[in-house]
């Protein structure tokens, strides 16, 4: 058995999917079963990670853990769970711990690597589901205002994303290793506006927002320590997400799915 924790989120749904697919037992952890949906195959169980002792890992084998939850690799070792993969993102690889964002990353890591269950690290580049962000500006109008305009990523499509955890977890593989799935192409906001346009039939406009436009509208609904770390990583460029990586292709055999594939299968949600 193979248990997956935000099993709802743009993450933990693709990779239940993916497990279920393949045949392979997977359980889904939710808050509330009952008002969640499973993938044929798969169910789903309540559970909440911020009270690891409560969490239930019996028969499990395989853990797919979501970072900035303190204990729960801990308590899945000492259950008797074989292997984590543990997501996390680039910055871990910064080491830098003033930054909120990397400071998670990297205890959840290091919680994963020292627990006693073998472990797997994943730090995907940012994903294509973040255009989503757009979705009230797009509904508004055909303008779109795109913080840190300059910034080019090699935006990751989810389901990629829970392929390659999957594909990890079925075959209890690269316990010890880092990996760094990307897409196939590094694109700024404008280009992936652009992608949108043509995907939507629309006229679309992207505006690159100033810093302190960017600092304004972030901090309306973001932590300040957040928005300071999304600066230290895009002004600062204390990351860079640009590099196209061929770790999904080396892991499942095929290159990573476009963000105009992307845009293609979820141009529903747009209109």
């Known amino acids: ?26 359980r889904g952890l939710v808050r509330d079963p ?5 993938p044929q195959g798969a169910e789903l169980v309540a559970g909440d990670l911020g009270a690891p002792e409560s969490l239930d890992f019996d028969g499990v084998r395989a853990l797919f853990l979501l970072p900035g939850y ?3 690799a801990q308590a899945a070792a000492k259950s008797g769970v074989e292997h984590i993969v543990q997501l996390s993102g680039v910055s871990a690889a910064t080491g830098d711990a003033t930054n909120a964002v990397t400071r998670y990353m990297m205890a959840s890591e290091l919680e994963a690597t020292e627990c006693g269950a073998a472990a797997t690290i994943l730090r995907p580049s940012a994903f294509a589901a973040n255009a989503l962000r757009w979705l009230p500006q797009l ?4 303008v779109v205002r795109a913080p840190f305009p300059q910034v080019r990523t090699a935006v990751l499509d989810p389901r990629d994303l829970g392929d390659v955890a999957a594909a990890v977890l ?46 304004i509208e972030l901090l309306e609904t973001t932590p300040a320590e957040y928005v300071d770390a999304f600066f ?28 105009a594939q992307w845009a293609a299968v979820h141009a529903a949600a747009f209109s």
């Open 1 to 26: 058995m193979i248990l997956v924790t935000g099993a709802t989120g743009n993450v933990g749904a693709e990779v239940v999917r993916a497990l279920a697919e393949s045949g392979e037992s997977v």
């Open 34 to 38: 009952r008002r969640a949906t499973a």
């Open 70 to 72: 303190p204990g729960v």
């Open 139 to 142: 509904r508004a109008g055909d």
């Open 170 to 215: 079925r075959a209890n593989s690269h316990h010890g290793e880092i990996l760094w799935p990307t897409g196939p192409e590094a694109l700024t906001p404008a280009d992936q506006v652009a992608v949108l346009a043509v995907v939507l039939g629309r006229s679309l406009t992207c505006q690159g927002l100033t810093d302190d436009e960017a600092r």
């Open 232 to 259: 230290d990583f895009y002004v600062n460029g204390a990351i860079d997400e640009s590099i196209v990586r061929p770790t999904v292709r080396e892991i499942l055999g095929r290159p990573p799915r476009t963000f």
